[in-house]
Structure formats: C-alpha cells, structure tokens
C-alpha cells in the first residue's frame, strides 16, 4: 500500500476481510524520518506484521540539525547515511530518493556501520510527532530541547 498512513484506513481493510497488505509505503504528507516517526502507524504495522517502507529518510535534504550533524561526524559519514542507516536500524525500508550518481551510491554504503543505541536514541528523541513541522518552527524546538 501507499500512502495508507492512519490506522483507520487498514482497519477498514481489515473489517471488510479483505488481506491486509504486506508492506506500507508510509510518504508524501505522512514522510517517515527522525523528526516524524509515526510512532501510532509504525506500531499499528508491526503488530500486523506489516512492513514499513520509509520514503523520503533523509529529511528532503535539511540534515543541518545539530544531533544530525554531530552523530555525522562521530561516525564519518555524511547525514544522510546516518538517517538512512537509522532507518534500517529502526527496522524500516528506506527509499531514499536523488538524481545524483554520488549520492546513490553514498545512500547504498551504509552496511559497514551500526549507529551505537546512544546515537539511536537521541535520533529516536528529536520525534515532533505525527505532523512534520514548519522549518522556523522545528528549528526553534530543536533549539529548545538541546
């Protein structure tokens, strides 16, 4: 399924009988990223046994939040494989998307490293919730909380 972001959408699927899909493509207003976790849909998934595909993982490319940049640097690797490999390591599909031969193949090297738990979870606890916010409004939690 794609875009079948709220848990009331295969709850119908599954009160009608009909087979509940195995992957969920989780995307467009409903991206699936440290920042946006949608913790109700991801949880509603597994206990379904449903996988979740993450689109859009690396943030549509505003990496610059400070925890991002500094797990980066830890690790020496761009931010982008550090989101994509958290991905991974949250038990996800990550669909990472560019146009870039670079980035492609930066986006694939990401199976030579593991994120500490440390670094899982403070990426776990920059989670706005549901809804991603406005930039000026993200920037300034951030600020709040770090």
């Given at each position: 399924m794609s875009e079948f972001s709220g848990i009331k959408h295969l709850e119908e699927i599954k009160s009608a009988g009909l087979q509940m899909p195995a992957v969920n493509q989780i995307e467009a207003r409903s991206i699936l990223h440290p920042l946006c976790q949608q913790r109700p849909i991801v949880d509603y998934c597994r206990a379904q046994s449903i996988v979740v595909q993450a689109?859009?993982?690396?943030?549509?490319?505003q990496m610059d939040q400070s925890v991002i940049q500094a797990i980066a640097k830890k690790?020496?690797?761009?931010?982008?494989?550090?989101?994509?490999?958290?991905?991974?390591?949250?038990?996800?599909?990550p669909l990472p998307k560019s146009a870039t031969p670079s980035r492609i193949k930066s986006n694939a090297d990401?199976?030579?490293?593991?994120?500490?738990?440390?670094?899982?979870?403070?990426l776990d606890n920059l989670d706005m919730g549901k809804q991603e916010p406005s930039v000026g409004t993200r920037l300034m939690h951030l600020e709040l909380r770090y």
């Amino acid at each position: 399924m794609s875009e079948f972001s709220g848990i009331k959408h295969l709850e119908e699927i599954k009160s009608a009988g009909l087979q509940m899909p195995a992957v969920n493509q989780i995307e467009a207003r409903s991206i699936l990223h440290p920042l946006c976790q949608q913790r109700p849909i991801v949880d509603y998934c597994r206990a379904q046994s449903i996988v979740v595909q993450a689109y859009c993982p690396i943030i549509r490319g505003q990496m610059d939040q400070s925890v991002i940049q500094a797990i980066a640097k830890k690790y020496e690797r761009d931010p982008a494989q550090i989101l994509i490999r958290w991905s991974l390591q949250k038990g996800f599909v990550p669909l990472p998307k560019s146009a870039t031969p670079s980035r492609i193949k930066s986006n694939a090297d990401i199976y030579d490293f593991s994120l500490g738990s440390e670094d899982v979870t403070l990426l776990d606890n920059l989670d706005m919730g549901k809804q991603e916010p406005s930039v000026g409004t993200r920037l300034m939690h951030l600020e709040l909380r770090y």
